[in-house]
């Protein structure tokens, strides 16, 4: 079968129908011009005429005729409708013999998404993003990348569901069998780069028929804050008290805090944030019950209804993060393969991020951590791919050792903030994407004989101390530090800044490797020697500002 596809690019459409039985005919435009229709057995679909036409439809796009084939200077990019549209409907499609191997890729970052392009590449995969809402490049780009972004870094098609309408991973899933039997693809595995894809990789893995994916029983207590916490209860592990609040005004705070016999200050939370948000510590009762009320009445970060809000013990001690692999190829099944210490302090009612340091996992002050995170993956049914667990741990003087770890929250996912790939060159040996890619596949794991970091990795946030209109911003060249990797603006000039709090609200992020005293020095000369100026925000009904 041979899908109808369209010479001309999506940005120069055509209003007028296509007839789809029979032979593909020109079609006349408004100034009488014919236009040839061209035949390929890559594409699944109908080439889109309007743009109204691309907002309703899920799409498929891809660079040039095919996404197998890119051939000459010029390449056009081709979106058409991701469902199966056939000229002859009897006709039995018979695909080729030999199936091309593919991964799906769950709405990557563009470095992450670079990186695992190339272990891809290495293993002769063909690479398929799935978006689960557009994006039109109002946003960063480089963490909310638009299609054509994706596909001229190597991406070979994207996959996106209509303009406004939630996504299904049902008919998403409808619509992956229809591409993998047109273009004689096999699916192997299905990767979650974002919080908020955790919930849909696995679902998405067992509807296209594959056996590598997550424990689906344990789905929801890899993303819901509270079933997480009970799930891990119920395994036997330290958690922090908890209680599900779900009064509009709020009423129920000071209840809950009396039962659970909480001393302030206390954590609010909703309980499917990601990146920081709406997570807030309530030094008074009053507070605490703003906040949950706020929480409940509002949509979260993920873009679903909060319904009810998480009321939280404050843990004392030190935030750890604890990166895992698991994989049933593994020894134990699943492996600590880097641990980031937090440095954070207390702003405008939050725990803000300095910056975030690697150290040893394999140092014995961490042993109780590893054990601890390694059992919560167990617990929460992560089996492929990598986790990422929140801990708080306490520090005892005596014994010189980090103790009575317990969970913040963990994801089965990759790390955010570049966290693997300052892990892939700090730590020989040591693929973490390579790793991703053949966990989800069910391939066979390399991992390092050790991952014993041999310089120092940290995570700098760059913050914006003042509220805004950006109108300038000096000591971005952070080049100039000795031990610089990689930064990146999330700020930009002409537009509101904020004072930071909330992961990206911070002005920039940069990253160092090096020794322990220079990455001491040049993390300080990163955050101190940033500054910005600012406009007033707009005033708006009556002099209240947005």
Not at 163 to 175: D, L, R
Request: glycine share 8%; net charge negative.
């Amino acid at each position: 079968m041979s899908p109808i596809h369209c010479e001309h690019p999506v940005f120069e459409p055509t209003t007028e129908p296509i007839e789809l039985s029979g032979a593909p005919v020109p079609h006349e435009d408004k100034g009488g011009n014919a236009e040839h229709l061209l035949e390929h057995e890559a594409l699944v679909g109908d080439e889109l005429k309007s743009e109204k036409l691309i907002e309703k439809q899920p799409t498929l796009a891809a660079l040039g005729e095919t996404p197998f084939v890119d051939d000459g200077e010029e390449v056009e990019y081709h979106k058409i409708v991701a469902t199966e549209i056939v000229a002859d409907p009897v006709a039995v499609h018979e695909p080729e013999p030999i199936l091309q191997n593919s991964i799906i890729l769950l709405e990557p970052r563009i470095a992450e998404c670079l990186a695992l392009l190339e272990s891809a590449k290495k293993r002769g995969l063909f690479v398929t993003v799935v978006n689960t809402r557009v994006f039109d490049g109002s946003m960063n780009i480089m963490y909310y990348p638009t299609a054509e972004k994706l596909l001229e870094v190597g991406v070979h098609q994207v996959y996106e569901p209509p303009t406004g309408q939630k996504f299904s991973v049902t008919e998403c899933a409808n619509h992956l069998h229809t591409i993998q039997s047109q273009q004689n693809l096999r699916f192997l595995g299905v990767l979650p780069l974002r919080e908020a894809m955790v919930e849909h990789s696995d679902i998405l893995s067992a509807l296209l028929g594959l056996a590598v994916h997550n424990d689906l029983g344990t789905s929801s207590a890899r993303r819901d804050k509270a079933l997480m916490k009970q799930t891990v209860a119920n395994a036997g592990l330290r958690v922090a008290k908890y209680a599900r609040l779900t009064a509009r005004d709020g009423s129920d705070v000071r209840k809950a805090v009396e039962e659970l016999e909480l001393e302030f200050p206390v954590v609010v939370k909703t309980p499917r944030g990601m990146s920081t948000c709406d997570v807030y510590i309530c030094e008074t009762m009053e507070e605490a019950i703003e906040r949950s009320g706020q929480i409940v009445r509002s949509v979260g970060p993920d873009g679903t209804k909060a319904n009810f809000s998480l009321l939280e013990e404050f843990l004392g001690g030190t935030e750890f993060a604890v990166n895992l692999i698991a994989c049933p190829t593994t020894y134990r099944g699943v492996q600590v393969t880097d641990i980031w210490q937090y440095d954070k302090i207390i702003t405008d009612g939050s725990n803000v991020n300095r910056w975030q340091t690697m150290v040893d996992p394999h140092d014995p002050k961490y042993a109780a951590m590893v054990r601890y995170a390694e059992g919560v993956c167990r617990a929460v049914g992560i089996r492929y791919g990598l986790g990422h667990c929140e801990i708080k741990a306490k520090w005892d003087e005596k014994r010189q050792r980090w103790v009575d770890p317990a969970m913040i929250e963990i994801g089965a996912r990759l790390a955010g903030g570049r966290k693997a790939i300052m892990a892939s060159k700090t730590i020989p040996g040591w693929y973490p994407f390579d790793a991703l890619l053949d966990a989800h596949c069910g391939f066979p794991l390399r991992v390092p004989p050790s991952f014993s970091p041999v310089k120092v990795a940290r995570h700098v946030y760059v913050p914006s101390d003042k509220t805004g209109i950006l109108r300038s911003y000096t000591g971005d060249d952070f080049q100039r530090l000795s031990t610089y990797d990689d930064h990146i603006m999330l700020c930009e000039v002409g537009k509101p800044i904020k004072r930071a709090v909330e992961l990206m609200s911070f002005a920039g992020q940069v990253w160092l490797i090096g020794t322990l005293e220079q990455v001491e020095k040049d993390a300080e000369a990163a955050r101190n020697d940033f500054n910005v100026e600012v406009d007033p925000l707009p005033v708006e009904n009556g002099g209240a500002h947005r």
